[in-house]
């Protein structure tokens, strides 16, 4: 299995000739989601889901599907009828060949004045790969392999994430929702985070790639 970093909080998995994308939000590539025979999308935020970005990709490929949940589905259903696939916790299914587990329920708290909208982490291949979305969502019961870790939001903070690479203590940590974290902070996010996560990280620019599973 091969893991693509777009940008911010988008990455595609390809495995034996099939293409799998998580989150083409508005950050974005226009092109993230085209090629993709499987789409998942963790929640309704528009730096994860973006319609015109699906769109594109649902296009290109008459086959394409999607799983996400109930509010995000409910806004594509209509255009795409038949291909797309509620889930919520405790769902399990295939997508482009891959197992697919979904964990979790709620978007983390922005700030307790703000409602939390709904939101789901998608396990691949038995903990391959987990994408939480924006939650510190521990998958139990699972051991991952590469957790794809928010790194910086309007949501977390650095201590939240050291803490929650150690709760998963996956084999590699690889970053995600990126888009906000300026360059010149990013060596003293690595150098904690690398210092204290208790595990690999990396992190790739739009387009680098990995090995994973």
């Known amino acids: ?3 693509i970093k777009k ?18 939000g508005v950050f974005t590539e226009e092109d993230a989601a085209v090629g993709a025979d499987a789409i998942l999308v963790t929640h309704e935020h528009m730096d994860h889901f973006h319609e015109d970005r699906l769109r594109a990709g649902m296009e290109a490929n008459p086959g394409a599907e999607i799983w996400t949940l109930a509010s995000v589905a409910e806004q ?4 795409f009828p038949g291909r797309v696939h509620t889930v919520g916790e405790g769902d399990t299914f295939t997508a482009a060949g891959f197992d697919v587990e979904v964990h979790g329920q709620l978007h983390a708290v922005i700030h307790p004045d703000m409602p939390r909208v709904t939101n789901v982490g998608f396990l691949l291949d038995g903990g391959a790969v987990f994408h939480p979305g924006d939650a510190l969502t521990v998958p139990e019961g699972r051991t991952v392999d590469t957790l794809l870790v928010p790194v910086h939001a309007p949501w ?10 150690r709760e998963v203590a996956p084999r590699r940590a690889v970053d995600i929702h990126d888009s906000l974290l300026r360059d010149h902070a990013r060596p003293i996010y690595d150098s904690m985070i ?9 992190r790739l620019a739009s387009g680098g790639s990995l090995p994973v599973g």
């Not at 690398?194 to 990396?202: A, N, V």
């Open 1 to 3: 299995m091969e893991l």
């Open 7 to 24: 940008t911010h909080a988008c990455v595609r998995l390809e495995k034996d000739g099939q293409t799998l994308v998580i989150d083409p």
């Open 76 to 79: 594509l259903s209509a255009a």
């Open 156 to 165: 977390n903070k650095v201590a939240e994430v050291i803490d929650y690479l």
């Open 194 to 202: 690398e210092k204290l996560g208790g595990t690999d990280h990396s």
